[in-house]
C-alpha cells in the first residue's frame, strides 16, 4: 500500500509538473498574441500618422504607439522621434536602428535615422542611410534633397548638385530646392545659375513654410544682383 501510494503521489506531482507547464505555455502564447494585436494596431496608428499633416496630432499618434506597442518598431521610431526634438541625437540614432533592425523594409525609420545622423554631425552614416532609402524608394523627392544636403555639408558639391536636380525632377514644386541649390552654386562661384535658383524660390512665395530662408534668399538676391551688375561694368 506504501508503495502504491507513493506512486499515486508521485504520478500527481508529473501531473501537475505538466499542468503547470500548459498553464505558462499558454500565458506566453497569449502575452504574444496580445503583442501581435497592439503591433498591427500600432501599424495601422502610425499610417494615419503619414496621412496627417498635423504636428500636434501627430504626436499624439505616436504617443499612443509608445502606450501600444513600446518595443515594435514603431514603438522604437516613436523614441526615436521624441528624442530628436530633445535635440538627444545619439539616443534617437539607437531607436531608429533598432526599429530598421526588427523591420528592414521600414523605409520612414531608416530615413529619420539618416536625419539624425545628419543632424549629429555623422555626414558619412548619414549619406549611406539616406542611399539606401533611395533603393527602397528612388522616387522620394525629399530623399533626394536630403541626401544633397548632406553630399553638400560633407564638401562634395557636385554630388549634392546631381540629388538637388532629381528631386527637383521628381517634384518640382519642392521649391525649398532651389534655395539649396542657390546655397551650393554660389559657393562653387556660380554666381549667375545661383541667383536663377534663389530668384525660383522667392517667387514660390516660401514666406509661410520657409521664412527665414525666405528672408536670406531675399539678401542673396539682391547681393548677387549689384554683384553682377558690377561685373558688366
Known sequence: MERILKKWLLIEAAALLLLSWGIAWASQEGRNSLKEVNTEKAAEIFQESLRSDNPDLNRQYLQQILDLAPDSPYGHFSKGWFYAQEEKYPQAIDEYRQAVLQKPDFNEARHNLASAYFYAGNFKEAIDEYRNVIKQNPIWAEAHLNLGTAYFLAENPFMAIAEYDKALRLNPRLSVVHYYMGLVLEKMGRSKEALGHFVAFEQAHP???????????????????????????
Open 207 to 233: 514666406e509661410e513654410d520657409f521664412p527665414e530662408y525666405a528672408e536670406r534668399a531675399k539678401e542673396r538676391v539682391e547681393e548677387l544682383w549689384v554683384m553682377l551688375g558690377r561685373q558688366t561694368l
